[in-house]
C-alpha cells in the first residue's frame, strides 16, 4: 500500500488492486514536493488499476467537479459522492450518490458510510483486506465562543457518530481525520477521542491547510497511545511506505 498526500483532506491510496482518492479540491505545487500531482494522476489513468472517486460532502474544499471528466480518461472510474453534492450537465457513468448509514458493495470494495458533524458524511472502506477511514468533516468542532449548549450538543452528535462506527466492530487500519488548528486549544479534542475510542493503527492528520506544524504538534501531544501518528510536512508528500 502506498498513500498520497495531496493537499488539505485529500489523500490518494493505492492499493494491490486499486487507487482510492478521497476529497479532492485542489492540487498545489510545493518546493518540497515528492510528485508531480499531474503526472501521478496521469500515471493512474494509464494503471490497470481501478480508480475510485470519493467526496464525502459539497463544501469547495472538499468537492471539485474537475473530477467527473476522469472518466473520460479511464473506463474504470467509479464515483462515490454524498447526496448533498449537486451534479449539472450530462450524466456520469459508474455513479454512486450515498447518504449516512449505507452498506453496499462496488467490485471489491465494502463501503460503510457514517453521518458528519458538519455536512455530508464520512467513509469507512473495506479493500484489498484493509479498513481505511475518512472522516470528510466529522469532528469534534469545539469552537472557542460557542455557548455551553451549543458545546453539549456537539459533544453527544460527534460522539454518538463515534459509537456508529464502533457498533460495526471493524478494525481501522488507516484513519484520515480533521485536526485543524483554527479551534485554537480545542484542537486537539476531536482527534484524541477518536484514537481513544477506535483505536486505528494508523492515525493521518487532515484539514490542517497549510498549517504542517498542526500534525507534529499533535503527533507529541499523543504520548501514551499504540496508533502510529503520522506527521506531515508539505503538499504532495508521501506518506507510505
Not at 477511514?133 to 468542532?141: M, R, T
Not at 484524541?192 to 475510542?197: C, W
Request: a negative charge; charged letters at 25%.
Amino acid at each position: 500500500m502506498k498513500i498520497y498526500h495531496i493537499y488539505h483532506s485529500c489523500f490518494i491510496v493505492e492499493t494491490d488492486s486499486s487507487f482510492l482518492i478521497f476529497d479532492y479540491f485542489k492540487n498545489k505545487k510545493d518546493s518540497k514536493e515528492d510528485f508531480d500531482f499531474n503526472q501521478l494522476l496521469d500515471s493512474i489513468f494509464k494503471s490497470t488499476k481501478a480508480l475510485y472517486v470519493f467526496s464525502s460532502h459539497s463544501h469547495q474544499d472538499h468537492f471539485n467537479s474537475r473530477i467527473l471528466s476522469w472518466s473520460r480518461e479511464k473506463e474504470q472510474t467509479y464515483y462515490i459522492l454524498s447526496s448533498d453534492i449537486k451534479l449539472y450537465g450530462g450524466s456520469t457513468n459508474n455513479l454512486y450518490t450515498a447518504t449516512k448509514n449505507e452498506e453496499f458493495k462496488i467490485n471489491n470494495l465494502k463501503i460503510n458510510t457514517f453521518g458528519s458533524t458538519d455536512q455530508g458524511i464520512s467513509f469507512l472502506v473495506n479493500i484489498d483486506g484493509m479498513n481505511i477511514f475518512h472522516a470528510g468533516d466529522l469532528n469534534w468542532w469545539k469552537w472557542p465562543d460557542d455557548t455551553p449548549e451549543e458545546e453539549k450538543e456537539m459533544e453527544s452528535a460527534f460522539k454518538a457518530v463515534i459509537d456508529d462506527i464502533a457498533s460495526i466492530n471493524a478494525g481501522i487500519d488507516i484513519a484520515f481525520f480533521p485536526v485543524d488548528r483554527r479551534l485554537e486549544y480545542n484542537y486537539l479534542c476531536g482527534g484524541q477521542y477518536f484514537i481513544e475510542k477506535l483505536k486505528p493503527k494508523v492515525f493521518i492528520p487532515m484539514h490542517f491547510w497549510e498549517d504542517f506544524k498542526t500534525t507534529s504538534d499533535f503527533k507529541k501531544s499523543q504520548l501514551h497511545t499504540s496508533t502510529k501518528i503520522i506527521e506531515i510536512n508539505h503538499n504532495n508528500e508521501i506518506l507510505l511506505p
